[in-house]
């Protein structure tokens, strides 16, 4: 994937107000989760209105450390009977052990972290398994774990 430059703000229209930042802090509120900040981000943002991008480093950092900071959260209320091991899940995903491992890093997938490892949860696992096989019964093609 490519970063988009951007010049010309397409929220609200102005020309040339733009302006890359880095260096930024930003604060999320996750429905039922402690607000978690991220720090270290860039990204482009108008000058106007406020409004803007983050770069795609900071996306996929965002992703990851609210994944991370959810999981830290969850680990505290969910039972082992609610979570899968990697190799579970790998097997039920049709994935290997480390597209498991990949898919926790990019916060497509939930987890919670016990004894210091990750173990994804069982219920998001077989909505995403049914997902997938729902895809693979019309025909479009696969989950690629990458
Ligand atoms: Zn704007």
């Given at each position: 994937m490519r970063e988009k430059k951007w010049i010309?703000?397409?929220?609200?229209?102005?020309?040339?107000s733009m302006r890359y930042s880095k260096g930024l802090m930003e604060r999320f509120n996750p429905p039922g989760y402690e607000p978690i900040e991220v720090s270290g981000l860039d990204g482009s943002f108008c000058q106007e209105c406020g409004d803007g991008f983050w770069s795609l480093k900071s996306k996929a950092a965002i992703a990851k450390e609210l994944a991370d900071s959810m999981a830290k959260q969850d680990s505290k209320r969910?039972?082992?009977?609610?979570m899968l091991s990697v190799k579970e899940a790998a097997k039920l995903m049709r994935v290997t052990p480390q597209g498991i491992h990949k898919m926790m890093d990019e916060g497509r997938i939930h987890y919670v972290y016990a004894a210091g490892l990750r173990f994804p949860i069982r219920k998001d696992l077989t909505e995403k398994a049914a997902a997938f096989k729902g895809l693979l019964a019309a025909g479009k093609g696969q989950l690629s774990p990458g």
């Open positions: 010309d703000c397409p929220v609200c229209g102005t020309k040339g969910i039972v082992a009977s609610e």
